[in-house]
């Protein structure tokens, strides 16, 4: 039989309790619910705890220290390179040793995420700039982006169920296509509401972007604002930052927000694109005509409060970026 567990702090007071109320070992034993050797070991002052097993640990807590600033200093390091920095700094180890030690300080081997490149120091500044906006002035600002949606959205992310060796059956294979059919849909947003959508045939230039704006932009800001006065938010394309663009926005007399560049987390559209090509995740167009009807009904179906929890989550946005000193964040 395998050594049972050591006696706990609290069933060793009751030990000495009930010793001392002229108790035998047998009576004790079954009051603790331990066997009454236990209980022997105890009072007789030979109860130890138990030893560890297992090698003994090859690596001390300074060395330990030593690896997590190698990885602290450059998180893309493989972990051969980590080896070979440990092992310079006079600590040799296997692989093994060196993964263990990586896992138990929490570290996980993961695919990194990509984030544009982008200017903290910018963004940092129009942020700590727009920190005292409140939500109804947020409200006055009617966002614009474009979104890519392609044939094959619908069909992303399928699963096949296949035996061990059927990986290359014809059967459990999904076909894919070089240079997929895809549209390119311009849209706006306010914490009222979205505004009609545009299906952009070809590159955006400057000429054809204030035609969007003309004939869909106007339009969206007299359904979501009527005459009330609005502020236009769009990212620095390069048709977006034209000089016959801002003449275009002067002569209109509309005022343009200062946006950071590569900044898409601070743009809640983004995430409105988000919830649209989730909607559409069932879907199976055969053609353009059923992918855009696909995403214009997709489109109808969003509600002016989820628009208006997007606009109101700006000044989270904003915090975040502050506290991210720049970086990228969450959104």
Known sequence: MGKTADLTAVQKAIIDTLKQEGKTQKEISERIGCSQSAVSRHLSGKSVGRKKCGRKRCTTRRGDRT??????????QTLGDLRKQWTESGVE???????????????RCRIP?????????L???????????TVAQWSKV???DESKFCMSFGNQGARVWRKTGE????????????YPQSVMVWGAMSAAGVGPLCFLKGRVNAASYQEILEH????????LYGDEDFIFQHDLAPAHSAKTTGKWFTDHGITVLNWPANSPDLNP??????IVKRKLRNARPNTLDELKAAIEASWASITPQQCHRLIASMPRRIEAVISAKGFPTKY
């Not at 690896?67 to 893309?76: G, H």
């Not at 559209?269 to 988000?274: R, T």
Request: net charge positive; aromatic share 10%; hydrophobic share 40%.
């Open 67 to 76: 690896l997590r600033k190698i990885v602290e200093k450059d998180r893309f």
């Open 93 to 107: 180890t296997s692989r093994a040793t060196v993964y263990r030690r990586v896992q138990e300080m929490g570290y």
């Open 113 to 121: 995420q990509v984030k544009p490149l982008l200017n903290q120091k």
């Open 123 to 133: 963004r940092l500044t129009w942020a700590t700039e727009k920190q005292h906006w």
């Open 142 to 144: 009617l966002f614009l």
């Open 167 to 178: 990986r290359e059956m014809p059967k459990c294979l999904k076909s894919s296509v070089k």
């Open 216 to 223: 869909f932009m106007l339009p969206s800001a007299e359904k």
């Open 269 to 274: 559209i983004e995430n409105l694109w988000d």
